[in-house]
């Protein structure tokens, strides 16, 4: 599966972004799908995965009440609505798709097929 991030940009604290994940492919349906971020000089950072049948998702802590995954299958597509965003927030930010791994894992090595991300950038 190639996948495609976009929906980043430049905006102020408090503000909200929605980012977009584009997947090709016949089996997205089947794929667990997570949300990533790495800010400059800093390591992947995990930040939301949602289950294949759209049901079950879990979080960082640094993200729950303000961010929300979601999946729309019939358009081979997955969402992050970031709300109230911090300056902490900036990064850029990666979709990727979970391989053969346990429910819950954060872990950036347990998921694959990263696309291209999207720079998102916070100012206070």
């Known amino acids: 599966v190639q996948l495609q991030a976009s929906g980043g940009g430049l905006v102020q604290a408090g503000d909200s972004l929605r980012l977009s994940c584009a997947a090709s492919?016949?089996?997205?349906?089947?794929?667990?799908m997570g949300w990533f971020r790495q800010a400059p000089g800093k390591e992947r950072e995990f930040v939301a995965a949602?289950?294949?049948?759209?049901?079950?998702?879990y979080y960082t802590d640094s993200v729950k009440g303000r961010f929300t995954i979601s999946r729309d299958n019939a358009k081979n597509t997955v969402y992050l609505q970031m709300n109230s965003l911090k300056p902490e927030d900036t990064a850029a930010y990666y979709c990727?798709?979970?391989?053969?791994?346990?429910?819950?894992?954060?872990?950036?090595?347990?998921?694959?097929?990263w696309g291209q991300g999207t720079l998102v950038t916070v100012s206070s």
């Open positions: 492919g016949r089996t997205f349906n089947t794929y667990v």
């Open positions: 949602i289950s294949a049948s759209t049901t079950y998702t």
């Open positions: 990727a798709v979970r391989g053969a791994a346990r429910w819950g894992t954060q872990s950036p090595a347990d998921f694959g097929s």
